[in-house]
């Protein structure tokens, strides 16, 4: 009885360390995801910053 | 970059081990987010103090970039001291000690963030910027942490033009040129960071000790120390009068970084002759009015400056 409470135990650990290995894997990659977007972002207005409103003004 | 890092006492909740992964927390430590506060707002207060105008979307890109390369600094020294950051109770909980990150994780992290750091501060402002934030980098993570702290007792009197240089690089990123007034600015910063080490270091003298680092309190003793201390603190008093006499810094300024001044020279006095107790105490009082006082300088200054050419220019 003893044994098994004590392999379910560490059963239970395993699967709490390995949701938490994911968690913050997920967690990572959500965070460089968001840094290239502000990447991203940040060049775009840099661009529209240094070259200014004439950068639109272009004939069709 | 040069400033002292708290902040790795409050990561020390908690122990993961490193085959759970770096979480997203564990690499935003590595920028050293408290050392990154001060390494901003002093390139705030240069940027704004500079007269000239910048367009506000370069402001924030050229913070951030300045940010960021703050942040890169802090990553190369945890990767190159984690050996002595595991020694240290200050620094034991830190992401790459408890193997949270790995050492060559941390390394390409400050790499990569050095490179785009130098790179957006250059096409955002002037390349003469970005050219003293990669020196600025380079001085903090080369000369400073893998040459000098751990060979000289006087690593931190010149380690600190690192953490002096975010000030003249908010300056240089707004006009484009060097001139006396952020060289001042770098001086205050440069002259503050002996007295406010130092304190520190007499406090936790034993914590360096441990990691063998040649820190003065070790080296020479306390008592030569404190008198270091106290003549740093009295340079440093007369070198935040400097923007009054070259006409950046007014009346309210003056009686500001006046009063801290004496505050510094007071609390430096105050180290000597006082038993071991009392005088652990005390440096710890220094290093905390330190914090402040480079905080509220500046802020003056700034202050000053911004209500001034409100009042002119309406």
Known sequence: ?60 | MAYLDTSANTQSQGFVPEDMGASVGDFIALLKPRVMSLVVFTAIVGMLLAPVGVHPAIFIIAIISIALGGGASGALNMWYDADIDALMSRTKHRPVPTGRIDKNQALGFGVFLSVVSVTLLGLATNWLAASLLAFTIFFYAVIYTIWLKRRTAQNIVIGGAAGAFPAMIGWVAATGTISIEPVILFLIVFLWTPPHFWALALYKKGDYAAANIPMLPNVAGERATIIQILVYSVLLALASLAPVAFGFGGMIYALVAGALGLGMIFLSVRLIGTSKKIMRLRSRQLFSFSLLYLFVIFLALLLETLALRSAIFG
Do not use: H, N, Y
Request: charged fraction near 25%; aromatic fraction near 6%; charge should be positive.
């Open chain 1, 1 to 60: 009885m003893t044994e098994q409470v004590s392999a379910m135990t560490k059963e239970q650990t395993v699967d709490a360390k390995e949701e938490t290995r994911l968690k913050r894997q997920r967690m990572r990659s959500i965070a460089i995801a968001l840094s290239l977007v502000a990447f991203v972002m940040t060049f775009f207005i840099l661009t529209v910053v240094r070259m200014g409103p004439d950068l639109f003004v272009r004939p069709l």
